[in-house]
Structure formats: C-alpha cells, structure tokens
C-alpha cells in the first residue's frame, strides 16, 4: 500500500491521527461514500509474457474522501468487511466491474475480469443470483468472470459447497494471496480451485533469498501437477519475470507493466501493447 499511494497514504494516517477521526466517522463516511459518488474501480492488467497479451484485468476498489483524501483498501476493507457494508460495496464493484467488462468486450477486447469477493459476499444466501444477474444484466459470458477469494478470509469447509455453486454458473475461482495463509494446503484440498495468485511476498524475495526461489518454485511446480492456472503478483522487475518465466509462470500482474488504473487509461494500453 505505501507504494502506491506514497505519501498519500501518510497523509492519510497523519489526518486521521490530527483530526481524531474515529472508527464511527470512518465508517460513516464510508456509508455516504456511495451516494456521494467517492467510490471508483480501477483495474491493473495481467499479462501473459509469453505471447505478450493482456489476458485479463483485476478490479480494485477506490475510496476519494472529498477531506481525507485516497483512503487505501486496506484501511475500509475491513471496515466494511467488519460491519457488513461489504455486501453493498461488493455487488457494487461486481456490477461496475462486469459492465466495464461488456464495453471492452464490445470493443473487441475479449479479457477476463477478476473481482475480488469478501467471505461474507460468499456466505451470503442470494450470492449465486447475485452473480448471475449482474451477469446476465450486462450479457456476459460467465467464463469471462473470475472470482478471487484470499486465503485469510476464514473460509469454512462447508462454504465449499457455495463455491461449487458459483463455478456451476461458469465462472472461475481464484485462491488469492497464496502461501500467507495458515492452511494453504488444505484450501486447494477443500475448495474447487482454478488459479493460484502468488503472494508478492514470495516474488519480492524470490531473486535474493534462495529459500523463497525454492517456495516459489515449489508453488507453481504444485500448480501445474494440480492442472490450475498460475499468477504471479507484485511483479515490478525484469528480473522477476525472467526468473517466473524459467519456473514456467507466464501470467504476470504487478506494476512492471501498470498500476490499477482507470479504465479509460487502459484503453490505451490495449491500443499500444505491451511491447516486447
Ligand atoms: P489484493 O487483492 O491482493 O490486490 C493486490 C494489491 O497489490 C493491490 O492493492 C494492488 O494495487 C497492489 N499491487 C499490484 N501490483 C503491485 C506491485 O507490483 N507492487 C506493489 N507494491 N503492489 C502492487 P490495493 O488496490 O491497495 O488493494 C489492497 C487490498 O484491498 C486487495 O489486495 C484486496 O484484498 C482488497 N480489495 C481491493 N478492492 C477490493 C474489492 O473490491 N473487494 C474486496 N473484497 N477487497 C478489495
Ligand atoms: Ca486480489
Ligand atoms: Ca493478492
Ligand atoms: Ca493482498
């Protein structure tokens, strides 16, 4: 986070330290910010190196608070995720996300679209007709979405069979940040799984630490016996990739080719490529 936002972030802390901004006036900021027009997707583009395409995008959600300023994800996630707004946030993401998606589609921009879902998104009782509407609202093949769900988020075992229903409709799941989690193993053991994102953690350290190249190659060597798709996040270094492409880990994310931008600004990426 501190990357991204530099010394926006700072600010941030800084404010909420000098103002006394409390937890409550967070979140009722939080709960206006949708009528307010303050929430904005953003979307960073992943790359397969290989034949230099962008395959696809992930959504992340984007918080201008007219007086705080850029409040990182990482500091109303949980808020929301704590209080239930989650819900409302999410199906709001979702929608924008998939509506974005038929526009690029439209262009002839055939990528997939990942959107990142909250566990109380999953353990909702309407979430596969939640799914399915925004799907069909906007026209979009299900094989086109992608749902990512972290491995800190307390999955249960008997969300398993949500997740089932969910793929049933043709999506595909992705298990995010894997490796930080306590219980990787038995997360890709318990749940249908199609795409393992690799934590940044382990792409940071994988080209000085010689024991995270090993975790590293140790993860997507299991990812391909498991027939899943494999991505590596937090990509920001030639050399990363060099090393992830000798491993056999051709789909990229990270700021080595963008930011999560707007989508207009990706527009451009789209007509101009990746290069070579
Ligand atoms: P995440 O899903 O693991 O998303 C990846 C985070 O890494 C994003 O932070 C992204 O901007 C950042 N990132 C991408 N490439 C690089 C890189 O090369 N270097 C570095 N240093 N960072 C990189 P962001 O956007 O601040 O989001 C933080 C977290 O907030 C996300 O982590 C996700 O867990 C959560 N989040 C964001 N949007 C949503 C949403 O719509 N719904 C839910 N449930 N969670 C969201
Ligand atoms: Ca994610
Ligand atoms: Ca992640
Ligand atoms: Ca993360």
Redesign the pocket.
């Known amino acids: ?1 501190a ?2 936002y530099g010394s926006t972030y700072h600010y941030f802390t800084r404010l909420l330290r000098e103002k006394n901004v409390e937890r409550s006036n967070l979140l009722n900021a939080l709960h206006q910010a949708l009528e307010k027009d303050e929430l904005e ?2 979307y ?1 583009p992943k790359v397969n190196y290989y034949t230099k395409e962008i395959t696809g995008v ?5 918080w201008t608070h007219p007086e705080f300023g850029k409040v ?3 500091k109303f ?1 949980p808020l929301a ?1 704590e209080t239930g707004l ?1 819900l409302k ?2 199906n709001w ?1 979702l929608r924008e996300a998939i509506h974005q998606l038929k526009v690029w589609h439209v262009e002839g921009n055939l990528i997939t679209m990942a ?4 566990i109380r ?1 999953i353990q909702h009782p309407r979430v596969v007709q939640t799914v399915q509407s925004a799907l069909n609202d906007a026209g979009i093949d299900p094989k086109y979405l992608e749902i ?1 769900l ?1 491995e800190h988020t307390l999955i249960q075992s008997h969300d398993a069979a949500k997740i089932h229903e969910l793929k049933d409709l043709g999506l595909t799941i992705a298990l ?2 894997f490796g930080t989690g306590y219980s990787s193993l038995k997360y890709i053991k318990d749940f249908p799984i199609d795409c393992i ?1 690799i934590d ?1 953690s382990f792409v940071d350290g994988m080209t000085h630490v010689p024991h995270i190249a090993a975790l590293n190659s140790t993860i997507i060597h299991l990812a391909k016996q498991l027939d899943y798709e494999v991505v590596a ?4 270094t030639q050399e990363q990739i060099d090393m992830l492409m000798k491993e056999g880990c051709y789909c990229i ?4 080719f963008s ?2 931008v707007p989508a207009a600004e990706l527009q451009e990426l789209f007509d101009r490529g990746i290069g070579g």
């Open positions: 986070v990357k991204e997707v953003y960073q992930e959504a992340l959600l984007r990182p994800p990482d996630i995720e989650i946030l999410g993401v959107v990142n879902f909250s998104q990512e972290t995010d940040d994102k940044r996040e937090g990509v920001e994310q990270g700021y080595f930011r999560p």
